[in-house]
T-cell receptor, first 116, second 113 residues
Framework: GENVEQHPSTLSVQEGDSAVIKCTYS??????FPWYKQELGKRPQLIID?????GEKKDQRIAVTLNKTAKHFSLHITETQPEDSAVYFC???????????????FGSGTQLTVLP | NAGVTQTPKFQVLKTGQSMTLQCAQDMNHNSMYWYRQDPGMGLRLIYYSASEGTTDKGEVPNGYNVSRLNKREFSLRLESAAPSQTSVYFCASLTDFSTDTQYFGPGTRLTVL
């Protein structure tokens, strides 16, 4: 099955600086890579995603890059603000072994702290 | 349009007790999922239902059972709760394979003493 590794597990940055979180995946059949943000006590919320036919996608201060050959993808947050502080999860989507449904395999999460 | 809803929000059980976590979605999604979230381990898939009438095991199914009651509802049952099942449980739904976007419920925080 798919295996997703995420680094770093914790990241502290000064307000206004950039933050980068990296993930690697193992299943070359995975073709959809979402990023979720989870604030304390809340549900994971999708913030950006990318498909395997695209190398980069940007949405205001957030961007995601994908290198299919190396099987890694990254989240970039520029001009960080205190409200960006949260846990961020990457995920990779592939078919469950029976082929009947898609499955998201999650990384273990990155606690991002933006220091004022 | 409430999205994905879960009940209860919090629950405390004693070892050996049973309970059912409820999940419902009003987005007409076909696939539904149950995850558990433990500190430092991300979200792990317990069971999923690709469509109404079908269910299957995920990564960590032991100690759980599920029922896809209809297209809207997908419940998770703990027959004999154990302290190792202390976790936050999230239900999610997915519209179709072309988008792959999963929408999560608000979660149930379960403590087993």
């Amino acid at each position: 099955g798919e295996n997703v590794e995420q680094h770093p597990s914790t990241l502290s940055v000064q307000e206004g600086d950039s933050a980068v979180i990296k993930c690697t995946y193992s299943d070359s059949a995975s073709n959809y890579f979402p990023w979720y943000k989870q604030e304390l006590g809340k549900r994971p919320q999708l913030i950006i995603d990318i498909r395997s036919n695209v190398g980069e996608k940007k949405d205001q201060r957030i961007a995601v890059t994908l290198n299919k050959t190396a099987k890694h993808f990254s989240l970039h947050i520029t001009e960080t603000q205190p409200e960006d502080s949260a846990v961020y999860f990457c995920a990779a989507s592939s078919y469950i072994s029976s082929g009947s449904a898609r499955q998201l395999t999650f990384g273990s999460g990155t606690q991002l702290t933006v220091l004022p | 349009n409430a999205g994905v809803t879960q009940t209860p929000k919090f629950q405390v059980l004693k070892t050996g007790q049973s309970m059912t976590l409820q999940c419902a979605q009003d987005m007409n999604h076909n696939s539904m999922y149950w995850y558990r979230q433990d500190p430092g381990m991300g979200l792990r898939l317990i069971y999923y239902s690709a469509s109404e009438g079908t269910t299957d095991k995920g990564e960590v199914p032991n100690g759980y059972n599920v029922s896809r009651l209809n297209k809207r509802e997908f419940s998770l049952r703990l027959e004999s709760a154990a302290p190792s099942q202390t976790s936050v449980y999230f239900c999610a739904s997915l519209t179709d394979f072309s988008t792959d976007t999963q929408y999560f419920g608000p979660g149930t925080r379960l403590t087993v003493l």
